[in-house]
């Protein structure tokens, strides 16, 4: 039987929360660099209190920084993302003192608060494994490349690509093709590459490169495609431009004058003179309205002239309309009145025809 201080001390070392908040499990960085910690947490603890501490042992650790207050010691920096379901911890300027044992941790109202740690290693020595961008981003469809760099002492070890915090998300190059959209290379040399091909949306967050036990986090930002307009550019107008717009528009007038044309014909028409008009970045100009009716080539003399002609064969006066229109009534009159006198004299000659019928029959 488990001795009962042997339970108390399990229980103890045990961190408590380990389903509702996640982070690294251990991770090395050179003297003087930077890193960031995610710490992610369940939906439930979104509008809690996050804070990050400092400490071998839970009830000893040293509060660093939190999201309720301004406390920052050490050049720690506190960030909560609600949408994301993550919080990040920045350290800066780290020193072989800053190796220690670091708490991720929830405030909870009337319960222990919810921690979960990571073992951080700062030497002058290079980190045992580490990311040569911590930030990578890239836009939708497209591909990125992360350079993870390791040890020699972690050269025979499996290579993996994680979603943070989703250790079943994790990828080896052996689990990886050609055609996936996560392809993981690892050429021996103390660096492995991994492909994010086509990206999408889905695809932004928190990723670990892990070996072993260490993990080393990248964080991946994917922008919206942008497209190209190949269109030429539009030339804004100048003031000098928009003031002759507006005095042109105020002065113009309309005059119709008659054009002889050059062409044999000797046909007249009427012709519109329109001033310039300009809109900012569109000018119209009174040959783009009407263009002359005359020009230098035969074919479209002749052209126009046939045109115009037409139109004047077609333009008849309105008064010719109303005659026609009045013609027209008075024929149907007349042939109304024929045929009623037909049918009324057709009527009074029934009688007659009767009254002989009868004088013939008594004779």
């Known amino acids: 039987m488990v001795p009962l201080s042997l339970l108390i001390l399990f229980f103890i070392h045990w961190p408590s929360g380990c389903n509702s908040l996640w982070t690294l499990t251990r991770s090395t960085i050179r003297t003087g660099g930077n890193i ?22 839970w009830s000893l650790c040293t509060v660093m ?7 920052r010691k050490g050049g720690v920096l506190i960030t909560d993302s609600p949408e994301e379901l993550v919080f990040t911890v920045t350290m800066q300027n780290l020193q072989v003192t800053d190796t220690n044992r670091y708490w991720c941790a929830l405030k909870v109202d009337g319960k222990l608060d919810v921690k979960v740690y990571l073992d951080l290693k700062v030497s002058k020595a290079l980190p045992d494994l580490s990311a040569v961008n911590e930030e990578v981003s890239g836009e939708e469809q497209a591909s990125i490349h992360i350079q993870c760099v390791y040890g020699d002492s972690l050269r025979d070890k499996a290579k993996q690509w994680c979603r943070s915090g989703d250790r079943h998300s994790c990828l080896t190059q052996t689990e990886t093709s050609q055609n996936a959209s996560v392809v993981i290379k690892d050429d021996q040399t103390r660096m492995f590459n991994v492909t994010l091909r086509r ?3 889905k695809d932004a967050g928190w990723y670990w490169c892990s070996v072993g036990d260490l993990q080393a986090p990248v964080h991946i930002t994917v922008n919206q495609r942008t497209t190209t307009h190949r269109n030429r550019p539009v030339t804004p107008p100048t003031p000098s431009i928009i003031h002759s717009s507006y005095s042109s528009t105020e002065s113009s007038t309309t005059t119709f004058s008659s054009m002889t044309s050059p062409s044999s014909t000797g ?3 009427p012709t519109t003179t329109y001033p310039n008009i300009s809109i900012p970045y569109i000018t119209i100009r009174p040959s783009t309205v009407m263009g002359p009716l005359s020009t230098t080539q035969n074919s479209k003399e002749s052209k126009t002239a046939v045109i115009h002609q037409n139109y004047n064969d ?20 007349f042939v109304m009145a024929a045929v009623n006198i037909y049918r009324s004299s057709r009527n009074n000659a029934r009688p007659m025809e009767e009254e002989m019928a009868e004088l013939v029959n008594q004779q």
């Open 36 to 57: 960031t910690v995610p710490c992610h947490y369940h939906r439930m603890f979104k509008d809690n209190v996050k804070y990050w501490c400092k400490g071998r042992y």
């Open 65 to 71: 920084a939190s999201t309720n207050t301004k406390l």
């Open 199 to 201: 990206l999408e949306g």
């Open 267 to 269: 046909v007249t028409a």
């Open 314 to 333: 077609r333009n008849v006066p309105w008064h010719i309309y109303l005659v026609v229109v009045l013609v027209t009534a008075l024929v149907v009159i």
